[in-house]
């Protein structure tokens, strides 16, 4: 997978070094450009921002920077074979006022070949640019969580390790993101729950008995259990929304258990009167 990333701090990307991300980089499975969109200006102060119109506090980027950085960088993109049209990037906007990022985003994220990340500083971008290459591409709008940070170069961080993550061979085991929380699949929409490792004692405090039977069905109900009680305590707008289908018999008797209930439309609901541990 190609990422670029346009940016007026391109030290701050400096972690895409580090760690997973980096040595996906090294093996040569993530191709990450960082680009200082000043490169793309042409005045003496190399300015990308200007007051907004309307008026009101703070600055916006200025389109033509914008325009001139993306342009180039998506005329690199050699075709995926010769005689056929020149690769087509995904542009990703950080933004708060975005679709929330999740795991059902990365997933779809990481089956595109290139990524072309646009993290804005000041007010956001000019309007515009979202505008005109939405005409071409296909253009993600997206934020990461309910607040507002000082610019969204910590946002292309985020976004870039979770779908990085997911590319064949990234992670050591290919089975590792299986049981995420958030994992598209049979447990979809629950927070994983806790997990252990050695040694079994630790400060007095022991490990579940069943982790130490060896009997995989028992594990994995006791697993799935835990997760639902989990997502049930920090997450319940999760089992709110679950498609009720996906759960069996044992999943029901415990939601019941944890005072939640099914309504006429089917979905879960907290027991009237159930007050939270
Ligand atoms: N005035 C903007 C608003 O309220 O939507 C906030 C602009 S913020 C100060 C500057 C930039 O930081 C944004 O344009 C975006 O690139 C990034 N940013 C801030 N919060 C973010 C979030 N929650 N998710 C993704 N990007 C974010």
């Not at 996906?24 to 042409?42: E, M, N, P, S």
């Not at 870039?160 to 992670?171: D, Y």
Request: with cysteine; glycine share 10%; proline share 9%.
């Amino acid at each position: 997978m190609r990422v670029d990333v346009v940016t007026i701090f391109p030290e701050y990307l400096e972690p895409l070094n580090v760690s997973l991300v980096g040595k996906a980089r090294a093996r040569g499975q993530l191709d990450v450009r960082v680009h200082d969109l000043r490169r793309w200006t042409h005045d003496r102060h190399h300015t990308v921002d200007d007051t907004p119109y309307g008026g009101g506090p703070g600055m916006v980027m200025k389109p033509e920077p914008w325009g001139e950085a993306l342009d180039d960088i998506i005329a690199s993109g050699a075709p995926a074979a010769p005689g056929e049209p020149p690769a087509r990037p995904v542009l990703v906007v950080p933004t708060p006022s975005g679709v929330p990022f999740t795991q059902t985003l990365a997933v779809e994220l990481s089956a595109r070949p290139w990524l072309i990340f646009a993290p804005a500083r000041y007010e956001g971008i000019d309007r515009r640019v979202i505008e005109e290459y939405g005409e071409h591409l296909d253009v993600y709008e997206v934020s990461i969580g309910d607040y507002v940070l000082a610019g969204g170069e910590a946002a292309v961080l985020v976004i870039t390790e979770a779908v990085a993550r997911l590319l064949p061979g990234v992670l050591g085991n290919a089975e590792s993101h299986r049981d995420d929380s958030f994992a598209p699949g049979a447990m979809a929409d629950l927070l994983e729950g806790p997990v252990y490792t050695k040694p079994p004692e630790w400060r007095g405090r022991g490990i579940p008995e069943v982790l130490l039977s060896g009997h995989h069905g028992k594990i994995a109900r006791w697993r799935r259990d835990e997760a639902f009680r989990r997502t049930a305590r920090n997450r319940p707008d999760l089992i709110e929304r679950c498609d009720p289908a996906a759960l069996d018999k044992h999943d029901r008797a415990l939601l019941a258990e944890l005072g939640w209930e099914q309504r006429p439309d089917g979905r879960f609901g907290r027991t009237a009167g159930v007050v939270e541990e």
